[in-house]
């Protein structure tokens, strides 16, 4: 089965409608005496426009747990279902179209190409994606219009950061899937790439999770889901999301 069209729209609001469900989730890599259980019985849902946050430390699962979200890897046992399509059974071929169309990725580092400005790095993903907004919108949104024809030797971290997020919401993702985007940059740097995040989600009405350790982003969503030993150990509901100014670093 192929994954269903999702293309998303730009403002659309969040809803309650649930894009992943997730239950009874596992995840073993090796066999026998050598086997580790990465992931052991997670029950999720995560819903259009949220801003969701994976807290654990190293080790815990999340970056498990966003591999099998994100069609990186595949589960071991469980149901993962991505708008009622079965993604936990999906063939290569499905898996590489579902991360084509609908899912961003932003990693803690950049892999940016080096030989291209920041405005090629976003085009490279513009020329593939089925309905993508202009590489100058993209990096408009992250705040770097002025930046967009420097490469990337000479750029900051939080700006090659921020060249990365464009680059992964330029093709309009519904799912934007975020491994600890913060995790290489300082303190004032990382406030910046935490507030292009929180913009996209809630001008797109992107789907947004954040992993991290850092407690304190936790404040920034709308839930918040804290894993250890490969299980959610709680998880819990922000009131009122706070922006990225008002966290006490």
Not at 149 to 168: K, M, N, T, W
Not at 187 to 195: F, K, Q, S
Not at 216 to 236: C, H, N, P, W, Y
Request: charged share 20%.
């Amino acid at each position: 089965m192929n994954p269903p069209d999702t293309t998303s729209t730009a403002g659309q609001p969040a809803s309650a409608e649930a894009v992943f469900r997730v239950r009874n989730l596992g995840k073993v890599y090796g066999s026998g005496h050598a086997a580790v259980r990465a992931l052991a019985g997670v029950d999720l849902d995560f819903c259009a426009g949220e801003l969701v946050v994976l807290l654990g430390a190293s080790g815990s699962g999340k970056s498990t747990l966003l591999n099998l979200l994100g069609g990186l890897d595949s589960p071991t046992e469980g149901d993962l279902h991505y708008r009622g399509w079965n993604l936990g059974h999906a063939d290569e071929s499905s898996l590489t179209r579902y991360r084509r169309d609908a899912v961003g990725f932003v990693f803690q580092f950049y892999n940016l190409i080096p030989s291209l400005t920041a405005r090629e790095n976003v085009a490279l993903i513009t020329e593939i994606a089925r309905n993508p907004m202009p590489p100058e919108e993209a990096l408009a949104m992250v705040g770097l219009t002025p930046r967009a024809d420097h490469f990337p030797a000479q750029l900051s971290g939080g700006e090659q950061q921020r060249v990365a997020i464009a680059r992964a919401i330029a093709k309009r993702p519904e799912v934007l899937l975020c491994d600890e985007p913060t995790g290489a940059l300082d303190v004032h740097t990382g406030i910046t790439v935490l507030e292009a995040i929180q913009r996209i989600n809630r001008e797109l009405g992107t789907l947004t999770v954040v992993i991290t350790h850092n407690a304190v982003i936790a404040e920034m969503a709308d839930r918040v889901f804290t894993l250890s030993d490969g299980r959610i150990q709680k998880s819990g509901t922000n009131t009122r999301r706070r922006s990225v100014s008002e966290l006490t670093w």
